[in-house]
Structures are given as structure tokens and as C-alpha cells.
């Protein structure tokens, strides 16, 4: 089916790879369905673009927590694991969303610092696309010495 985002213009989304989030996703309950898009030119990408499928103006900026060098151990209820629909750990991915603070200054709002929501990491089942935000994550940060 052909989809118009408000910011990536008119993609093309394959049904059978929307991720449900049964309960929507914070502040955005209504948004239930969306759809995972990266860069076509590139074999390793680093960033993608979650759109909601329910509102063409809502894509978030998503990467994996290594690609900053975060690590997590998340420990899941037996009801977000049956949300999840997950049999095996290993079907599940975590994403956090970046998001870029409005610059105090005049200059351009692209120009804000770029930051990352590692309390509140996404889990995703690959295996039942089907997807949680886990919030309200406590961090415990280990600092390695590279000399």
C-alpha cells in the first residue's frame, strides 16, 4: 500500500512488516501501527525512521543503543513478554528514539543538539512485529578505561 508521511513524502509499505503496538506508545496511544523505513543507499544503516501509519505527521528517529554504546539488560513482566508475543529472546530488538532539543538561540531548529531517550527504549518483537515502549528504565552506567 502506498502511504503519504508529512516527512518522508509517499512511501511504499509492505503490510505484512507494520509493528503493532497494541497500546500505542506513550502520550500517542492512538498511533498503534508503524513502519520502519532506513536509507536505501546504505548496507549498514545506522538511523531509521519509524512512521505511524495512523498519523502521516508522527515519524520518530530510531538507532540501536550500540550505535552509541549502550548495552542494556531489561528485564521484561510476563505481561509485556505475552504483549510482545515473544518465545525467544533473541527475536527481540531494542531501539531508542532520538530526538533534537530546539536550539535557545535564533539559529535553525536542525541545529539543536541531537540526544538519545535511553530510559525509555523500544522493544520490538521481529518474529510477530509487535512492539512496547519499556518506561521508566533506572540506568546504571559503567565507565571503561581505553588506555
Known amino acids: ?63 540501536h543503543p550500540a550505535q552509541l554504546g549502550v548495552r542494556y539488560e531489561v528485564e521484561l513482566s510476563d505481561e509485556e513478554v505475552a504483549r510482545l508475543k515473544l518465545s525467544k529472546p533473541e527475536d527481540a530488538i531494542i531501539l531508542v528514539l532520538l530526538y533534537q532539543e530546539q536550539a535557545e538561540s535564533e539559529s535553525h531548529p536542525a541545529l539543536g543538539e541531537l540526544k538519545a531517550n535511553i530510559r525509555n527504549p523500544l522493544i520490538i518483537n521481529l518474529a510477530s512485529r509487535q512492539g512496547l515502549q519499556k518506561t521508566g528504565l533506572s540506568c546504571d552506567i559503567l565507565m571503561h578505561n581505553l588506555a
Open 1 to 63: 500500500m502506498l502511504f503519504n508521511s508529512s516527512q518522508l513524502g509517499t512511501v511504499e509499505v509492505d503490510e505484512s512488516t507494520i509493528i503493532n503496538f497494541a497500546q500505542g506508545i506513550p502520550a500517542l496511544e492512538n498511533c498503534t501501527q508503524f513502519k520502519l523505513f532506513h536509507n536505501a543507499d546504505s548496507d549498514n544503516p545506522s538511523v531509521f525512521w519509524m512512521q505511524s501509519l495512523n498519523d502521516a505527521e508522527i515519524t520518530f528517529s530510531v538507532t
